[in-house]
């Protein structure tokens, strides 16, 4: 669920000596007491004639929000537009929500490999953000397309029902793919969940539309959770990358 967010106001004036300080006790305190909240810390300098908007400067560099450059880049992914061309996704609202909640599930499925490991905490926190990214934008997009507030809630958990049904189905997919070298479930799943019963004319896309997903997952799976921690991630080229007709 979306969670509450506190803003944190910060006025400072000459606090070299101090200002790293607070910045790491603040964070300390919310991600270890308040860690069911999502917070903001903003500095406001008042024209500091040392070194604090210097380090301010070096401490916003570090302090880079992980889930929203995962969720930057599965949305950028998602966008491809060779997905809805060539692969014969419908370009709509739909297939759009689609697309990113498949390559989000992808990412969720792996993050929950690192179960039974030392990361498990940790990527199980991480994988939460990424949620919470995620359908904080939802949030925002719905109240774009003009859906009133009393109204957007329904709307939000059909589509966190829509999140966790295809994450089931996909994982289901790529499991019984590495056991049993087929790829005929995921094709039935991308049937059902990412094409709504209209897949392409062409059954080869299909195919190679499964594979992109299978694929996807094994480059995920490669990569180390160390460099996932600090927003590494990344997918195969979608089928049809290097299609000539595509502008």
């Given amino acids: ?48 004639e040392d070194k604090t908007v210097d380090i301010l400067k070096e401490i916003a560099k570090k302090d880079k929000n ?14 491809n537009k060779i997905f809805y061309t060539f692969n014969e996704v419908k370009d ?13 599930v992808l990412v969720a499925i792996r993050l929950e490999k690192e179960k039974n490991t030392e990361n498990e905490n940790k990527a199980e926190e991480l994988s939460q953000k990424i949620f919470d990214e995620l359908f904080n934008n939802m949030d925002l997009a719905v109240r774009e397309m003009g859906v009133g507030d ?30 049993k070298d087929d790829i005929t479930v995921m094709e039935e799943s991308l049937v059902r969940n990412l094409y709504n019963e209209n897949p392409p004319s062409d059954k080869k896309k299909l195919r190679m539309m499964a594979h992109y997903v299978i694929d996807s997952y094994k480059a995920l799976i490669s990569i180390d959770f160390k460099d996932i921690e600090k927003g590494t991630i990344f997918f195969v080229q979608p089928p049809g990358a290097d299609y000539k007709d595509i502008v």
């Fill in 150 to 179: 009393l109204k957007v809630g329904k709307y939000i958990k059909n589509m966190m029902q829509a999140y966790y049904g295809r994450m089931e189905a996909y994982f289901i997919a790529i499991e019984h793919y590495i056991k």
């Fill in 92 to 104: 709509d609202v739909n297939g759009r929500f689609d697309m990113l909640i498949l390559h989000a």
């Fill in 66 to 79: 992980i889930a929203e450059k995962i969720y930057g880049i599965i949305s950028l992914q998602s966008r």
């Fill in 1 to 48: 669920m979306k969670k509450k967010k506190i803003s944190i106001v910060t006025a400072c004036y000459n606090e070299e000596e101090n200002v790293e300080e607070l910045y790491k006790r603040v964070k300390e305190v919310m991600e270890t007491k308040l860690s069911n909240y999502d917070y903001e810390h903003i500095f406001i300098d008042n024209a500091s």
